[in-house]
């Protein structure tokens, strides 16, 4: 009974250890994205005529981006 007992403990620690791995790829992927979107709107926001929306979406980009990159490195 107590193998048993030991079994599922160490069954619950690889599942959460699983999870957390998996959360911190997804933000580690999701970083990734975000930084490669605001990077390629850094470059759209250098032309000379580019639409108001560009600026806007960068705007919040950026911020989603380094937020991700913070959260990441507390990780």
Excluded: C, W
């Amino acid at each position: 009974m107590a193998i048993k007992n030991y079994f599922l403990e160490a069954l619950v620690y690889i599942l959460i250890a699983s999870l957390y791995s998996l959360v911190k790829l997804s933000f580690f992927i999701t970083a990734r994205v975000i930084g490669t979107l605001v990077t390629a709107l850094e470059d759209k926001l250098k032309q000379d005529v580019v639409h108001p929306g560009y600026s806007f979406l960068y705007l919040i980009l950026s911020k989603v981006h380094n937020r991700h990159t913070s959260l990441q490195t507390v990780m």
